[in-house]
């Protein structure tokens, strides 16, 4: 049934959770330092990937689609990914950005009270877990996480949302500051790619900000680096909001 498409399992079972860990997690050990990403986002990441044992957040207008686009190699790489809660996550989105949907597991949002629980148990099974704390995560809960994904060598991805919500900033964060969608001409046309122009931020070698414009999705549907000939660049509509207001979502 593994093999087959993407798994739903009801939250907050645990022991359903634990079976499914015992079932998809990887024969070999974390050896790698980093998990792959798209090379036009390998660029702007200071160690060329997702590396283990961290936590990283995406945030703005497009923060589905670069957190989807985050995961997707790591799925193609034949490595499993969970996504807890996140309803309005689209699985055709998804697939388009490069995720292999049978190698996803999705997790019904579980109660406020067994979020850390359900998470831990995925973090134990999987390269990278998705998510969107239901509410603010204490130092506690944090450090216990932080220490489940670097003895198991995986990834928590926070999809948009507020990164307030953590007691201590994400490892990384990868925002999209401005997109603009191209094929729409005044009164016709239809949405053919999409440029966004991306920042990545953090901690632990990320102190300096990297910024680039990338395709997501180009019109050939990959992802990629905008080539300096192309249309005219994204430009943000209007100053980034303060670190404390939640980001809204669209992307």
Known sequence: MFDTGSVPVPAPDLAALRLLGDRVRPLAGAGERTLPVPEALAALLP???LVRGTTTATTGVAATSLALALAGPVTAAGSWVAVVGLPR???LAASELGVDLERVLLVAEP??????????ALLDAVEVVLVRPPRAVTPTVQRR????AR???SVVLQVGGH???WAQAPDLVVAAAASAWVGLEPGHGR?????????????RGADRPRQGELWLPGPDGAIATVAPSAAPAARPAAAA???EIALRDAG
């Open 241 to 243: 909001p303060p670190a």
């Open 191 to 203: 949405l053919q790619a999409r440029r966004v122009l991306v920042e990545v931020t953090g901690r």
């Open 163 to 165: 990164l307030g919500a």
């Open 111 to 120: 109660e406020p009270d067994g979020w850390a629980a359900t998470v831990a």
């Open 47 to 49: 160690q060329g990937g």
């Open 151 to 153: 003895d198991r060598g």
């Open 89 to 91: 996550l689209g699985l």
């Open 145 to 148: 996480l932080q220490a489940r």
